[in-house]
C-alpha cells in the first residue's frame, strides 16, 4: 500500500499542488508583468555584530481601520449557471495622496462571455474606462487622504463550463475571483494589480490577485430546488427570509462553492467548527480530512496563533489543483478519490498545505504576483512540520516523494511571470522554498526559527508582508551569517 501511495503521488503531484485557477484557461487578455524582482537587501547580521537581546514576545498588529466594505448580494440559479449581482463599495483612501480615479480589477472578465455589467454608480463616479479586466473609475474631485466614497455595480454572471475556482461542471459550481475589487495602493508602485500568467501548456501560473484586509457583508438567494442543493462558503450562514446570510471581517476576499451532490460532516477543534463537503464516493476521506485538519489547527495555533474564525471549510474540488481561499479550502477531488487511509498520500500532505493560507495569505498577506514565496514556501514547509509532529517516522518519505523526486531548482524569490512555465515555479517558489526554510532553520536553530516565524505573521496580520519583513524578523532573534544560503537560493 505504500508503493501504490507513492506512485500516485508521483502521477498527480503536478496537478494536485497547483494552487492558482483552473488548468485549462482562455488566453490573458493583457500582458503586463510587473519590473523585475528587486535585488534581494534584507540579511541577517554577521556573528561578528553585537547581538541584541533576544525579544520578550511579538506584539500582534492591529486591524487597519477604515478597511474597505464589500456588500455583495447574489441571487443564484444553480442549474442554468447564471446569478446577478448587487454590490457596494465603500472605500477610504488610506494613503497619503490624493486619488483622481479609483481601480476595480474585475476578474470574470478573463472569461469571456461570462461578466455582463449593467450599471456602475456613486456619489463621485464622473466616468470610467475599461481596459480589460481593470476598470479605471474617474472620480468628479479627486479623493483626498482619509476620505471615503462609495460605488455601486450590478451585475450579471454566466458561469462557464471549466473546471476551476470560477466556473461549472456537471457536479459543482465554484465561486472565487467573482467580483469587482478595488486593489491595494501603493504610493511607490501605485495600484497593486496584475494579469494572470498562463503557460504555453494553458496552465495558469501562480496567483496574480493581491487584496487588502476587508469586510464582506454578503447575501446568497438561490432561485431553483434550493432544497436540493448545499452551499460551502467562507462563513457560516444565517438563514433569514429565504437568503443565506454572511459576515465575514478582516478577509482577503469572500467564495461560495455550491453543488447538490456534497456530502457533508463535521468535527469541533478548540471551538473551531471544521467542515467538509465531498462527493459520495470519497465519503470516507471527508471524515478523515476533518479528523487531520483539526490536527493541522492545533499545530497552527500553538506555532503561530490560534485560527481566529468560527469554521473553516474543507471542499473537494471538481477539478485537478487545490486551491485556498479566506476561511474554506478546495483540495482535488482526485485526491480524495485516491485517501489510502494512511499518511503515506496527497489528503495528508495538501490539507496542511492549505490550511497554512489561513495565516500566509488571510491573515498574513504577500504580493502574491511578486513573492508568492511568502506564502507558497512556507505553505509547502508547513508540510513537513505537520509531519514531523504527527508521523516524524514518514519525514524522509515526505522529502523524497514531494521534493527531492522532482530535483527543484529556481530561484525561490522567484514571480509568477518566470520562464519556464508552471513546472518552472513550481520547482523554484514550492520546492526548493522548502528546501531554503530547511537551511535557514538549520543556520539559526529551531527556537530562533520558530520564534521569529511566529513574530513575522504576528507584526504583520492584516496587512501586505514583504521579505524585508521577513528577514527583519529574524535577525530580532538570531545573529546567524545567512548569505550563503541566500546566495544560493534568491536571486
Given at each position: ?321 487545490n486551491m485556498e481561499m479566506d476561511g474554506m479550502v478546495m483540495i482535488s477531488n482526485k485526491v480524495f478519490d485516491f485517501y489510502d487511509n494512511t499518511p503515506l498520500n496527497n489528503l495528508t500532505i495538501l490539507t ?38 504527527y508521523y516524524p517516522e514518514d519525514v524522509t518519505w515526505w522529502w523524497t516523494n514531494r521534493v527531492d523526486e522532482y530535483g527543484p531548482s529556481g530561484y525561490v524569490n522567484s514571480d509568477i511571470y518566470l520562464a ?72
Amino acid at each position: 500500500m505504500q508503493h501504490f501511495a507513492q506512485k500516485i503521488w508521483i502521477c498527480l503531484l503536478s496537478a494536485a499542488i497547483l494552487t492558482s485557477c483552473g488548468a485549462a484557461a482562455p488566453a490573458v487578455q493583457e500582458t503586463l508583468p510587473p519590473d523585475a524582482s528587486p535585488t534581494l537587501t534584507a540579511t541577517l547580521p554577521s556573528p561578528s555584530a553585537t547581538p541584541e537581546p533576544t525579544p520578550s514576545g511579538p506584539t500582534l498588529a492591529q486591524p487597519p481601520v477604515n478597511r474597505t466594505h464589500y456588500q455583495l448580494d447574489l441571487i443564484l440559479n444553480y442549474y442554468s449557471k447564471f446569478g446577478s449581482v448587487s454590490e457596494a463599495i465603500t472605500y477610504t483612501n488610506r494613503s497619503a495622496q490624493a486619488l483622481p480615479e479609483i481601480l476595480l480589477v474585475v476578474p470574470p472578465r478573463d472569461y469571456a462571455g461570462s461578466y455582463q455589467q449593467n450599471n456602475l454608480t456613486g456619489e463621485r463616479v464622473a466616468g470610467f474606462r475599461e481596459e480589460g479586466v481593470r476598470t479605471y473609475v474617474q472620480l468628479s474631485s479627486p479623493l483626498q487622504p482619509g476620505e471615503s466614497t462609495r460605488i455601486s455595480i450590478n451585475f450579471q454572471l454566466f458561469f462557464p463550463d471549466h473546471q476551476g475556482v470560477f466556473g461549472s461542471t456537471n457536479r459543482q459550481t465554484n465561486i472565487a475571483d467573482w467580483y469587482p475589487y478595488i486593489p491595494p495602493f501603493s504610493e511607490e508602485k501605485g495600484w497593486l494589480a496584475y494579469s494572470r500568467q498562463v503557460d504555453e501548456t494553458n496552465t495558469i501560473v501562480g496567483e496574480y490577485i493581491v487584496n487588502e484586509s476587508a469586510d464582506f457583508d454578503v447575501s446568497l438567494q438561490l432561485t431553483d430546488r434550493a432544497d436540493l442543493i448545499e452551499v460551502a462558503a467562507s462563513a457560516p450562514a444565517v438563514e433569514e427570509n429565504g437568503k443565506y446570510r454572511y459576515h465575514l471581517e478582516l478577509a482577503r476576499a469572500f467564495s461560495f462553492s455550491i453543488s447538490d451532490s456534497f456530502f457533508e460532516h463535521e468535527i469541533v477543534q478548540d471551538g473551531v467548527r471544521i467542515h467538509s463537503y465531498v462527493f459520495m464516493n470519497q465519503q470516507e476521506a471527508g471524515v478523515a480530512v476533518t479528523e487531520i485538519a483539526a490536527q493541522a489547527l492545533k499545530m497552527f495555533a500553538e506555532m503561530l496563533t490560534p485560527y481566529p474564525r468560527e469554521m473553516i471549510s474543507i471542499v473537494s474540488a471538481d477539478f485537478l489543483h487545490n486551491m485556498e481561499m479566506d476561511g474554506m479550502v478546495m483540495i482535488s477531488n482526485k485526491v480524495f478519490d485516491f485517501y489510502d487511509n494512511t499518511p503515506l498520500n496527497n489528503l495528508t500532505i495538501l490539507t496542511p498545505h492549505e490550511l497554512s493560507h489561513q495565516w500566509f495569505y488571510s491573515l498574513v498577506g504577500n504580493n502574491s504576483a511578486e513573492e508568492p514565496w511568502l506564502d507558497e514556501s512556507l505553505a509547502t514547509y508547513s508540510e513537513v512540520l505537520f509531519y514531523e509532529r504527527y508521523y516524524p517516522e514518514d519525514v524522509t518519505w515526505w522529502w523524497t516523494n514531494r521534493v527531492d523526486e522532482y530535483g527543484p531548482s529556481g530561484y525561490v524569490n522567484s514571480d509568477i511571470y518566470l520562464a519556464g512555465g508552471y513546472n518552472a515555479y513550481r520547482n523554484a517558489v514550492y520546492l526548493n522554498g522548502a528546501r531554503f526554510l530547511q537551511e535557514l532553520r538549520v543556520a539559526v536553530g529551531d527556537q530562533a526559527f520558530f520564534a521569529a516565524l511566529k513574530d513575522y505573521a504576528m507584526t504583520n496580520f492584516y496587512g501586505i508582508a514583504t521579505r524585508q519583513d521577513f528577514f527583519d524578523a529574524f535577525s530580532r532573534y538570531s545573529q546567524a551569517d545567512i548569505a550563503p544560503i541566500l546566495g544560493r537560493y534568491f536571486k
